[in-house]
């Protein structure tokens, strides 16, 4: 992934890219609404709502909190996304891991614990015994 070659961004809201380049240097949190893609240095915390792409020359010391995240640098801290998080072959995750779908590359390196939290309806975790019961009481 070579971020340096890009030049143009797409001026329409609702499809811009975010881009923040290795020789960035941030502290506190950072906030986007659509895609990023970061590959520098931030000490503090992402949220968004959106999609995270973090470059192979990335390294966020704090929380990730996003929609969706791709991770290919370094993650120092815990990361929840509500849909799907990937750690590339080269990325190294030190945190807790909370996500719908986690895809894990060979190579990558992940100290933490892991939480998959599919998307399932109320509908089935409705234990059986208990329907079966209220059919008896019923009846």
């Known amino acids: 992934m070579n971020l340096n070659n890009i030049t143009s961004l797409v001026s329409e809201p609702s499809t811009s890219k975010n881009i923040l380049t290795s020789d960035v240097e941030l502290t506190g949190t950072l906030k986007f609404d659509t895609e990023m893609i970061f590959d520098g240095k931030l000490d503090g915390e992402i ?68 939480e998959v939290t599919p998307n399932r309806n109320a509908a089935q975790f409705a234990p059986r015994s208990s329907s079966a019961a209220r059919t008896e009481e019923e009846a």
């Open 47 to 114: 949220i968004s709502e959106g999609t995270l792409i973090l470059g192979k020359n990335a390294t966020v010391k704090g929380e990730v909190r996003t929609k969706s995240v791709t991770i290919h640098g370094t993650v120092n801290g815990n990361v929840t996304v509500q849909e799907r998080c990937e750690l590339k072959s080269n990325a190294e995750l030190l945190g807790d891991l909370k996500a719908m779908r986690i895809i894990i590359e060979e190579g990558a390196t992940f100290i933490g614990h892991s």
